[in-house]
């Protein structure tokens, strides 16, 4: 015992990691010193056109094509998905064409098919082909605006990733998940929505979040459309001024806070995925953050509130 | 045993099941060959048989969970996955089978709780989706199962935080909120560590004592000494042997029992 007590514990020491360490400083601190201190940035043009109302109309833009475009194309993906896995030998042959189709056009394309939709046909209609039946007739032109058209080539080209993606998740779980549900008799839509499918989410929330971050910055693609989004009203901006690298700076800086913001949901949706797996969950750092020094506080409230 | 009859109340009679000329292949494997058997209700019946023999799959198609070439199979009466008019059997649709299936409890080696539910959710999730309790009746009767398991302190725990030995105990809890008319056991105790055989076992036993028809596959020969009415040994996808426990257990006739029974016991 005595001798065991006299026995000191040395720490490993990694002398190699404290170089690397001091050399990634010193390579970070010059890259911050080049980029906020050199004048050709023109920080200050940045500043001036960062909360341009233009700037933020254009965001806006941005934002709502992404949010249609991951909304409509999450339940279009889902329904595909479905098709695909669907016993029904015709469903799973259409659900594979539409995304062997629409995975191999380039968005570009598509956007530019539907912006020319209009020189297509001139008319669009509303009724059963092949027949008399109609419930209306309305002009393209007028139907398939900047928006619409591309809000509809987003989800088209975006439903066919989701779609594969939802069908990894469906896959992944267990096949006794199927049988367990089946011996219960739970119907198969019960089945796929109460039991497959919250399960499945965890297997595609990773991913559907990649793809969200992608849409965001690949709405950019529908400045062929002449739409007036994010990225092509800086264009528009620094054509005309000539302030190329500071307006390309204001985009990015936009991009980096709404990827940002979607990092932190990922973050919290995948904790709440994961809460019938961790045995104690950790509280979420802000919660830790804000409850560093709370204890005292919380006491004192409940004090105050008791009487 | 106060236990035996708390949750058999609301419980229609025990089912009857037979089976006629049943067989099954898997590509070129034949899983079940002309297998006929008949159960009666509130029979306790142990299949026993060396891997591969047909057993599990036998038990799979009395839920219709396997579809069978031949032969059919009833549980009073009631064609599973077929109806009868006449002298033809009309395929059933999805929704009937899953009806049928109500009448039949299914406890997998697995377990296959559901993981994102808790063990409450797991045994209401059945009976308030087929409309047969409301939530409330559904909560009620769970915990009525749950002290038959002796569970009811894990009502509101993750599935995956239990051992082995109460999942399943679980598993059979949720199976019982349905009231089935038969249970049925695939190999229950295969998953389990040697210690948490026992607890799962106990559970089948009051459940034997209970009056409804079970069937078990397991490789328990002392349960089913001890539990079963019936042994059923099967090999290559056919019954070998059946009759009494005691019986097969202890005199077996053919040859391949015996040599089954030297090396498991």
């Given at each position: 015992m005595s001798n065991q007590q006299r026995l000191t514990v040395v720490p490993a020491r990694y002398p190699a990691r404290t170089v690397g360490a001091i050399v990634a400083l010193f390579i970070l601190a010059s890259v911050i010193d080049s980029v906020a201190f050199n004048p050709r940035w023109e920080w200050g043009v940045f500043a001036k056109w960062f909360f341009d109302p233009v700037i933020l109309s254009g965001l806006g833009q941005t934002l709502l094509l992404t949010l249609f475009g991951t909304i409509l194309s999450l339940i279009f993906g889902g329904l595909l998905a479905l098709a695909r896995l669907s016993s029904s030998w015709l469903l799973s042959t259409l659900a594979f064409g539409y995304i062997w189709l629409f995975r191999s056009l380039p968005l570009i394309v598509v956007l530019i098919i539907l912006y020319n939709f209009s020189y297509l046909y001139d008319t669009l209609s509303l009724g059963i082909p092949?027949?008399?039946?109609?419930w209306g007739h309305f002009q393209t032109i007028n139907v398939l605006g900047q928006f619409p058209a591309a809000v509809i080539g987003l989800t088209l080209v975006q439903s066919a990733y989701s779609a594969e993606i939802i069908r990894g998740g469906f896959l992944g779980v267990d096949h006794g998940q199927f049988e367990a549900a089946s011996a219960l008799g739970l119907s198969s839509t019960r089945r796929t929505f109460r039991i497959i499918l919250p399960q499945a989410l965890r297997a595609i929330m990773p991913t559907t979040f990649n793809e969200i971050i992608s849409l965001a910055k690949g709405t950019s693609m529908v400045y062929v459309l002449a739409m007036p989004e994010l990225f092509y009203t800086i264009q528009m901006i620094y054509n005309r001024t000539q302030q190329v690298i500071p307006l390309l700076m204001v985009g990015a800086a936009w991009y980096l806070i709404i990827t940002t913001v979607l990092s932190l949901l990922q973050h919290s949706v995948e904790r709440w995925l994961a809460r019938s797996v961790t045995r104690e969950p950790q509280p979420s750092r802000w919660r830790q953050w804000r409850n560093r020094s709370a204890k005292p506080v919380t006491e004192e409230l409940s004090h105050v509130r008791s009487h | 045993m106060s236990e035996a009859i708390d949750y058999r109340k609301n419980l229609h009679t025990a089912g009857a099941i037979s089976i006629t000329g049943v067989s099954k292949s898997f590509g070129k494997l034949?899983?079940?060959?002309e297998v006929s058997l008949e159960l009666e209700p509130g029979s306790v019946t142990v299949i026993l048989g060396p891997?591969?023999?047909g057993k599990s799959t036998l038990l799979r198609t009395i839920n219709h969970l396997e579809r069978v070439d031949e032969g059919y199979i009833q549980i009073d009466g009631d064609y599973i996955g077929y109806q009868r008019r006449g002298d033809k059997l009309y395929e059933l649709k999805e929704k009937a089978i899953l009806r049928q299936r109500i009448n039949v409890g299914y406890v997998f080696q697995n377990f296959n709780l559901f993981p994102h539910l808790t063990v409450l959710e797991n045994l209401i999730e059945a009976p308030i989706a087929h409309r047969q309790l409301s939530r409330r009746a559904a909560i009620d009767r769970a915990g009525e199962l749950l002290d038959v398991v002796g569970l009811?302190?894990?009502?509101?725990?993750?599935?995956?935080?239990?051992?082995g030995g109460q999942q399943q105990r679980i598993a059979i809890a949720r199976a019982l909120m349905l009231n089935p008319r038969v249970m049925l056991f695939?190999?229950?105790?295969?998953?389990?560590d040697p210690e948490l055989v026992g607890e799962v076992l106990d559970v089948i036993k009051k459940l034997a004592r209970s009056g409804t028809t079970l069937v078990i596959v397991t490789h328990e020969v002392g349960f089913a000494r001890e539990v079963a009415d019936n042994v059923v040994f099967m090999v290559d996808g056919r019954i070998v042997e059946q009759g009494s426990s005691t019986q097969v257990l202890?005199?077996?006739?053919?040859e391949r029992t015996k040599r089954f029974l030297a090396r498991v016991l």
């Amino acid at each position: 015992m005595s001798n065991q007590q006299r026995l000191t514990v040395v720490p490993a020491r990694y002398p190699a990691r404290t170089v690397g360490a001091i050399v990634a400083l010193f390579i970070l601190a010059s890259v911050i010193d080049s980029v906020a201190f050199n004048p050709r940035w023109e920080w200050g043009v940045f500043a001036k056109w960062f909360f341009d109302p233009v700037i933020l109309s254009g965001l806006g833009q941005t934002l709502l094509l992404t949010l249609f475009g991951t909304i409509l194309s999450l339940i279009f993906g889902g329904l595909l998905a479905l098709a695909r896995l669907s016993s029904s030998w015709l469903l799973s042959t259409l659900a594979f064409g539409y995304i062997w189709l629409f995975r191999s056009l380039p968005l570009i394309v598509v956007l530019i098919i539907l912006y020319n939709f209009s020189y297509l046909y001139d008319t669009l209609s509303l009724g059963i082909p092949f027949t008399a039946l109609s419930w209306g007739h309305f002009q393209t032109i007028n139907v398939l605006g900047q928006f619409p058209a591309a809000v509809i080539g987003l989800t088209l080209v975006q439903s066919a990733y989701s779609a594969e993606i939802i069908r990894g998740g469906f896959l992944g779980v267990d096949h006794g998940q199927f049988e367990a549900a089946s011996a219960l008799g739970l119907s198969s839509t019960r089945r796929t929505f109460r039991i497959i499918l919250p399960q499945a989410l965890r297997a595609i929330m990773p991913t559907t979040f990649n793809e969200i971050i992608s849409l965001a910055k690949g709405t950019s693609m529908v400045y062929v459309l002449a739409m007036p989004e994010l990225f092509y009203t800086i264009q528009m901006i620094y054509n005309r001024t000539q302030q190329v690298i500071p307006l390309l700076m204001v985009g990015a800086a936009w991009y980096l806070i709404i990827t940002t913001v979607l990092s932190l949901l990922q973050h919290s949706v995948e904790r709440w995925l994961a809460r019938s797996v961790t045995r104690e969950p950790q509280p979420s750092r802000w919660r830790q953050w804000r409850n560093r020094s709370a204890k005292p506080v919380t006491e004192e409230l409940s004090h105050v509130r008791s009487h | 045993m106060s236990e035996a009859i708390d949750y058999r109340k609301n419980l229609h009679t025990a089912g009857a099941i037979s089976i006629t000329g049943v067989s099954k292949s898997f590509g070129k494997l034949k899983a079940l060959d002309e297998v006929s058997l008949e159960l009666e209700p509130g029979s306790v019946t142990v299949i026993l048989g060396p891997s591969g023999s047909g057993k599990s799959t036998l038990l799979r198609t009395i839920n219709h969970l396997e579809r069978v070439d031949e032969g059919y199979i009833q549980i009073d009466g009631d064609y599973i996955g077929y109806q009868r008019r006449g002298d033809k059997l009309y395929e059933l649709k999805e929704k009937a089978i899953l009806r049928q299936r109500i009448n039949v409890g299914y406890v997998f080696q697995n377990f296959n709780l559901f993981p994102h539910l808790t063990v409450l959710e797991n045994l209401i999730e059945a009976p308030i989706a087929h409309r047969q309790l409301s939530r409330r009746a559904a909560i009620d009767r769970a915990g009525e199962l749950l002290d038959v398991v002796g569970l009811r302190h894990k009502a509101d725990a993750w599935p995956r935080h239990l051992s082995g030995g109460q999942q399943q105990r679980i598993a059979i809890a949720r199976a019982l909120m349905l009231n089935p008319r038969v249970m049925l056991f695939d190999e229950p105790t295969s998953a389990l560590d040697p210690e948490l055989v026992g607890e799962v076992l106990d559970v089948i036993k009051k459940l034997a004592r209970s009056g409804t028809t079970l069937v078990i596959v397991t490789h328990e020969v002392g349960f089913a000494r001890e539990v079963a009415d019936n042994v059923v040994f099967m090999v290559d996808g056919r019954i070998v042997e059946q009759g009494s426990s005691t019986q097969v257990l202890n005199q077996p006739r053919h040859e391949r029992t015996k040599r089954f029974l030297a090396r498991v016991l």
